[in-house]
T-cell receptor, first 113, second 111 residues
Framework: EPEVTQTPSHQVTQMGQEVILRCVPISNHLYFYWYRQILGQKVEFLVSFYNNEISEKSEIFDDQFSVERPDGSNFTLKIRSTKLEDSAMYFC???????????FGQGTRLTVV | GENVEQHPSTLSVQEGDSAVIKCTYSDSASNYFPWYKQELGKGPQLIIDIRSNVGEKKDQRIAVTLNKTAKHFSLHITETQPEDSAVYFCAAKEGNTPLVFGKGTRLSVIA
């Protein structure tokens, strides 16, 4: 069964460092998302991406964040200068043509120290 | 924007009993309501969804009901089993907008 895959599963980084979280969405999907989940809290939307551009972003997604689809398969989230409060689980998700069912990856646990 | 409220935050049931989780939403334009199950250390897994043109949907032991007038929808799990223990999230969206999630319900099924 097709699935969304994310790497790495766990990333530890020093405050102020740049991190890149990687995702391979389901191959025929057209809509891509990043969400985050701070420990014990709800899943929060960060950004959506369609047709090679950002279609929507939340207040969380400030100038420190960027997304890219560098080739036909990968979808990345970059945090330029990490802060302690960026520590969270980051989930990538993708949807097909109808943009309804969203399938999530296993997540990357980002720990900023 | 959309706001989704979910309750209860925790729910314990005896194995074999039913579990009901309820959500309300604020945006009457929302037309798609999925439920996700999240096991420890894993990503949310879509378990069932319902669209606004349907009032109820069932898949084996899981059912979802939607009341558009009252703007609430519920997840029903019958004959619960220990492997149903997880955190369950409801969500809502309209068209191409992103999913807005509830805060989650931690379900514990006691054997």
């Amino acid at each position: 069964e097709p699935e969304v895959t994310q790497t790495p599963s766990h990333q530890v980084t020093q405050m102020g460092q740049e991190v890149i979280l990687r995702c391979v969405p389901i191959s025929n999907h057209l809509y891509f998302y990043w969400y985050r989940q701070i420990l014990g809290q709800k899943v929060e939307f960060l950004v959506s991406f369609y047709n090679n551009e950002i279609s929507e972003k939340s207040e969380i997604f400030d100038d420190q964040f960027s997304v890219e689809r560098p080739d036909g398969s990968n979808f990345t989230l970059k945090i330029r200068s990490t802060k302690l409060e960026d520590s969270a689980m980051y989930f990538c998700a993708s949807s097909g043509l109808r943009n309804t069912e969203a399938f999530f990856g296993q997540g990357t646990r980002l720990t900023v120290v | 924007g959309e706001n989704v409220e979910q309750h209860p935050s925790t729910l314990s049931v005896q194995e074999g009993d039913s579990a009901v989780i309820k959500c309300t939403y604020s945006d009457s334009a929302s037309n798609y309501f999925p439920w996700y199950k999240q096991e420890l250390g894993k990503g949310p897994q879509l378990i069932i969804d319902i669209r606004s043109n349907v009032g109820e949907k069932k898949d084996q032991r899981i059912a979802v009901t939607l009341n558009k007038t009252a703007k609430h929808f519920s997840l029903h799990i019958t004959e619960t089993q220990p492997e149903d223990s997880a955190v369950y999230f409801c969500a809502a969206k309209e068209g191409n907008t992103p999913l807005v999630f509830g805060k989650g319900t931690r379900l514990s099924v006691i054997a």
